[in-house]
């Protein structure tokens, strides 16, 4: 059976190894112009020298008004392309794949930073009006109150759909080798699927086909500029965990039409779609979304959710589980974490590190 540290190939891109970085929003982006800066370089590129097989850039917005916050990172001018260009090189150069993630948070945008009060945006606090399936607001009270979505028109959806291909575009053109269309978390695509907050009456509302119309379409028309030799992942929320909400099944029948559609992976991610969802948080939880997705979908699929451990991670690639682990708070925490997993589990050195840290990592000295 594979083993952690086995490479993966999927079309024509090979990862070194079957760990990623699972997309970590920083909130750290100049504000407003959604411009990466020297923190993402450095953020990112030492987990690639750290010994990473996929390293994913955070959440990033296809329009303006699709960012959670100002300072999110953004692909929707070309001006945005050149500093994204300088981490993919790099992060390509030291041995990972650079994955980039598309985004648009929907209902949930126009919101303060976490560490300032992870609230709505008022005008008058720089926020902006939001879009959503309905005009259905996330939920909360007092200050966590969000703001009421206006509803999209078929302009609405077409525009945002040519906005995800026109960053499809960039993310082709600064060098990326994996592409991730986010389709949770109560972003704008979940909110379509979600009995929870799609309640139209038209061709994208009320039934299954219908609530998956957006995402399956946005999907085909990532696919048709995407080049072929390309990864087209998708990150769904595989279960909303709250009754009447989209579900596990649901999930799977997604996951068969959308491999038919030309994606090859899932990173199989939960909930956050409803302000009322509560979760069985613990090491691994969701790890059995990506078990089931995989062997019922026939698709290959990406773990997260507390994966900390080496034999953990090891364990979910050895068992047929999924066919990547992404890591994003432990990631954090040490960004050597492929580096010590491979000690533990006996592999010997993850890859080989650039020379000045080989040199001394081997146990060598500076003469005097």
Not at 76 to 85: G, M, V
Not at 270 to 285: N, Q
Not at 303 to 331: K, S
Request: proline share 5%; hydrophobic share 40%; net charge neutral.
């Amino acid at each position: 059976m594979p083993n952690l540290f086995e490479p993966y190939s999927l079309k024509d891109i090979t990862f070194r190894n079957r760990i990623g970085v699972s997309p970590m929003c920083q909130y750290w982006c100049n504000d407003r112009d959604g411009k990466l800066t020297d923190w993402h370089l450095v953020h990112l590129g030492s987990r690639a020298v750290g010994g990473a097989g996929l390293v994913m850039c955070e959440a990033t917005a296809v329009e303006a008004r699709g960012r959670i916050t100002p300072q999110d990172a953004g692909l929707w001018e070309d001006a945005q392309i050149e500093p994204l260009a300088r981490i993919a090189h790099f992060v390509k150069q030291y041995g990972a794949v650079p994955g980039m993630q598309l985004a648009h948070a929907g209902r949930k945008a126009s919101c303060a930073r976490p560490w300032e009060g992870d609230h709505s945006l008022r005008d008058d606090e720089g926020g902006w009006e939001t879009i959503a399936p309905s005009p259905i607001a996330f939920g909360g009270s007092g200050n966590r109150l969000w703001r009421v979505p206006r509803e999209m028109i078929k302009q609405d959806i077409v525009t945002v759909r040519q906005a995800f291909v026109a960053a499809a575009r960039r993310a082709d053109e600064a060098g990326f080798d994996l592409l991730e269309l986010h389709a949770a978390h109560g972003y704008l695509a979940h909110s379509f699927y979600s009995p929870l907050a799609n309640q139209r009456t038209d061709e994208y509302g009320g039934s299954f086909a219908n609530r998956i119309r957006f995402t399956v379409e946005t999907v085909r028309a990532l696919r048709a500029v995407w080049p072929e030799r390309k990864v087209l992942a998708i990150r769904l929320s595989c279960t909303d965990w709250v009754e009447g909400g989209w579900t596990l099944g649901d999930s799977v029948e997604l996951a068969r039409l959308l491999k038919a559609e030309g994606v090859d992976l899932v990173d199989c991610s939960s909930g956050f779609g409803a302000a009322s969802g509560r979760y069985p948080i613990g090491p691994g939880w969701q790890v059995s979304l990506a078990d089931t997705i995989r062997r019922e979908a026939g698709i290959a699929t990406a773990a997260v959710g507390a994966i900390t451990e080496p034999r953990q991670a090891d364990t979910i690639v050895r068992e047929g589980q999924a066919d990547l682990v992404l890591l994003g708070t432990q990631f954090l925490r040490d960004p050597y974490w492929p580096l010590h997993a491979a000690a533990a589990l006996g592999q010997g050195k993850a890859h080989t590190l650039p020379s000045p840290y080989d040199y001394m990592v081997g146990g060598l000295s500076y003469k005097n």
